[in-house]
């Protein structure tokens, strides 16, 4: 059977991403995941790997050598790249997909042909379609009203302080605001961050 | 209008057993919830999944779920925002963080949080944590306590934190109170007729008496989205 | 509402295009959250999630509308070919009746 192997340092991510493709891919041996590029490459010299799940934002290796040196194990490895952000540059032999592609895009890439288990799953709120701030943009404004500085900010979201700055330049733009709070201020107001949006989306039927 | 990708109409049809726990999961990591599920077979439901806050609390009045898994950072804003709504809703929820702060978790506690697991946990701990929440218990592991406190006591002794804090003066609170509104410091010095400078000196006290560290946290504090802030000033 | 005046849709066949359907009601209960439909049928204990397309088609049932006008709602909604459409609808209302959700107004 092909070998997928997972790699990500978070221990709760981890063990959910390979139970969660261990019960979508039975056409594969999924391997309990390894947390960095020693342990994938420790792997990848005493078994065959087909398919790899790696991290690439935000991790302290450099991960266009990491795959070269998987390459040499098994030139015809297929990597699965999951970002952060979107806009990770593209990096030479990695399929990037961004962390919101979750198990569906995944598993889609690697093995077509599953189904998603649970019941309901809300892809958006009528709240985020409405606000003119990108996701990100939301999640450095959310990140910065907790009193984070732009590094701070940067090292949760694995970003460069240049993407945060940038993304901080974006949000006065957009809500015609110079300031932090003025920005933190008028997204509350508006209901784009933060609950004031769930009492917006009109209610139909009857409450359970 | 640009019209939206047609997809077939389908209808999903899930059974639930009424006898088991129900569980929302609200995540931005979107692995946690199928996982979970995994994990949960058998003693308990995962029925809904979303990592937008808002949609979390229209999921947990519509399932009325008996734990909900949040994460810190969702799609539309941080937990902090919706958890006192979250609690409303009549769910106990549970917490994962990554880097646990140690005077945020207490005040999250203090909203109402059921408990709080680590992302460097196993996901048997989530799941054995998920099922004692279910049963009414609060989930704080030894260890995350241990080093809760020890970042509250820092904090303490750099001033500004829950247990420490002072009541402002009447000039404070009309500053507080200025830059709650989002006002820079050059138009809370025109609206109460002081310099700049004043309302600079002011703002620092402020800021150190309320233990925080902006003017962006004081917003969001104030328009009562973080749940530590106290109802009345002045009130450690 | 009317629910005595209803009756269960009938169970053979295809549905007539200009006879007024509606969703019943007292057995399934529903929200709609983002772009999509939630769903509670209290009387068999299961969940229902409807996608786009099947959460516009269950609003206008809630109302109630016959089956030409739920293809005019794909048709114009998602610029689907009417053929498309009508298949689709056929097979949906088959799955409401089939769940015991569709009554005749």
């Known amino acids: 059977m092909p070998v997928l192997v997972i790699q990500e340092r978070r221990r709760l991510y981890r063990e959910s991403m390979t139970a969660c493709l261990k019960r979508q891919l039975d056409a594969f041996d999924v391997i309990e995941g390894v947390a960095d590029a020693a342990g994938l490459l420790r792997l990848a010299e005493s078994r065959h790997l087909d398919h790899a799940v790696i991290e690439v934002d935000g991790v302290s290796w450099d991960v266009a050598v990491l795959a070269g040196r998987l390459r040499h194990h098994n030139p015809s490895l297929q990597l699965i790249g999951l970002a952060a952000s979107v806009r990770s540059s593209a990096i030479e032999g990695v399929r990037i997909l961004s962390r919101v592609a979750g198990p569906d895009q995944v598993a889609e890439l690697v093995c077509p042909g599953h189904a998603r288990e649970v019941p309901f799953v809300l892809t958006s709120s009528s709240s985020s379609a409405s606000s003119p701030l990108s996701g990100q943009q939301l999640r450095v404004l959310a990140l910065l009203s907790l009193g984070m500085t732009v590094a701070e900010v940067a090292a949760r979201l694995r970003l460069s302080e240049g993407a945060v700055t940038k993304a901080k330049v974006a949000i006065f733009s957009k809500l015609g605001v110079q300031s932090q709070a003025h920005a933190v201020a008028s997204a509350l107001a508006a209901g784009w961050l933060g609950p004031a949006a769930a009492s917006s989306v009109v209610l139909t039927g009857e409450r359970l | 209008m640009t019209r939206p990708t047609y997809r077939t109409p389908a209808l999903r049809a899930h059974r639930y057993r009424s006898d088991l726990p129900k569980v929302v999961t609200v ?44 994460g810190e950072l969702l799609g539309d804003g941080l937990i902090d925002h919706f958890l006192p709504h979250l609690v409303r809703a009549g769910t106990r929820v549970l917490l994962v963080v990554e880097a646990i702060q140690g005077e945020r978790a207490l005040g999250l506690l203090a909203a109402g949080l059921s408990g709080v697991c680590s992302a460097d946990d196993g996901l048997a701990d989530l799941a054995r944590a998920v099922l004692d929440a279910a049963a009414g218990g609060a989930v704080v592991p030894p260890p995350l306590v241990a080093s809760i406190v020890t970042e509250w006591r820092s904090a303490r002794r750099h001033g500004g934190s829950l247990a420490t804090r002072e009541k402002l003066t009447m000039r404070e609170m009309e500053v507080f109170n200025a830059m709650a509104d989002g006002l820079s410091t050059k138009a809370a010095a025109r609206l109460l007729g002081v310099a700049v400078k004043t309302v600079e000196s002011h703002r620092t006290r402020v800021f150190a008496k309320l233990g925080v560290r902006s003017q962006a946290q004081l917003v969001a504090a104030r328009t009562g989205h973080l749940p530590e802030w106290p109802t009345t000033m002045g009130v450690p | 509402m009317n629910g005595d005046l209803d009756q269960p849709a009938e169970d053979e066949g295809m549905f007539e295009p200009h006879k007024r359907l509606k969703l019943d009601g007292d057995r399934a209960v529903w929200r709609e959250v983002g772009e999509e439909v939630v769903v509670l049928d209290v009387e068999t204990a299961t969940y229902l999630s409807l996608n786009g397309s099947g959460g516009a088609l269950w609003k206008r049932l809630d109302a109630g509308a016959t089956p030409n006008e739920l293809v005019a709602e794909l048709v114009s909604g998602y610029r689907v070919p009417e053929a498309r459409a009508s298949k689709d609808v056929e097979d949906f209302l088959h799955a409401l009746r089939d769940r015991s959700l569709l009554l005749t107004a």
């Open chain 2, 27 to 70: 995540h931005d990591n979107r692995f946690l919830a199928p996982g979970l599920l995994e994990a949960l077979q058998g003693r308990a439901e995962v029925v809904g999944d979303t990592a937008y806050g808002a949609a979390a609390l229209q999921l947990a009045q519509m399932l009325t779920p008996d734990v909900v898994v949040a």
